[in-house]
T-cell receptor, first 111, second 116 residues
Framework: GENVEQHPSTLSVQEGDSAVIKCTYS??????FPWYKQELGKRPQLIID?????GEKKDQRIAVTLNKTAKHFSLHITETQPEDSAVYFC??????????FGQGTRLTINP | DTGVSQDPRHKITKRGQNVTFRCDPI?????LYWYRQTLGQGPEFLTY????????KSRLLSDRFSAERPKGSFSTLEIQRTEQGDSAMYLC??????????????FGEGSWLTVV
């Protein structure tokens, strides 16, 4: 089955700097790669997703890149703000609903 | 609010007791999923339904766990003879029909279970 590895497990950046979180997946059949932000005690919130027919997608300060050959994808957050502090999860799937999640990255934005 | 609804939001139970969680998906969403999330970990898939049919069950779903979706609308997840290791947040989610590029999964707020 699919296995998703996520790094780093914790990340601390200065406000205004960029943050990058990386994930690798094992199943080349996976074609859907969402990223979730989760605040303490809350549900995961989808922040951006990408499908295997594109290599990059951007939404304001957030971008995701996908390298299908290497089976890895990354989340990029630019101009970080204190409200970006949270736990971020990547996931991979052949099916929009049956997701395999990474272990999570705790992002802290220092003012 | 027309999102995925879960009840109860929090449950504290004694070891050995049975608990049941309910999920109401977004109306017209034919697929319903259950996930479990323990502290510090990502959500893990447990099972999913398409309409009333339970199509897949994870190995994580031991014999003490049972899920139903009798009329293809709401679903229940029952845990029998709870153990401390069952303490987690149980997330329900749903997706609309089809596999179009705009489809995504919608998570509920989760049901927190603490087994003491």
């Amino acid at each position: 089955g699919e296995n998703v590895e996520q790094h780093p497990s914790t990340l601390s950046v200065q406000e205004g700097d960029s943050a990058v979180i990386k994930c690798t997946y094992s199943d080349s059949a996976s074609n859907y790669f969402p990223w979730y932000k989760q605040e303490l005690g809350k549900r995961p919130q989808l922040i951006i997703d990408i499908r295997s027919n594109v290599g990059e997608k951007k939404d304001q300060r957030i971008a995701v890149t996908l390298n299908k050959t290497a089976k890895h994808f990354s989340l990029h957050i630019t101009e970080t703000q204190p409200e970006d502090s949270a736990v971020y999860f990547c996931a991979a799937s052949m099916d929009v609903g049956k997701l395999v999640f990474g272990q999570g990255t705790r992002l802290t934005i220092n003012p | 609010d027309t999102g995925v609804s879960q009840d109860p939001r929090h449950k504290i139970t004694k070891r050995g007791q049975n608990v049941t969680f309910r999920c109401d998906p977004i109306s017209e969403h034919n697929r319903l999923y259950w996930y479990r999330q323990t502290l510090g970990q990502g959500p893990e898939f447990l099972t999913y339904f398409q309409n009333e049919a339970q199509l897949e069950k994870s190995r994580l779903l031991s014999d003490r766990f049972s899920a139903e979706r009798p009329k293809g609308s709401f679903s229940t997840l029952e845990i029998q003879r709870t153990e401390q290791g069952d303490s987690a947040m149980y997330l329900c989610a749903s997706t609309p029909p089809g596999t179009g590029s705009g489809n995504t999964i919608y998570f509920g707020e989760g049901s927190w279970l603490t087994v003491v």
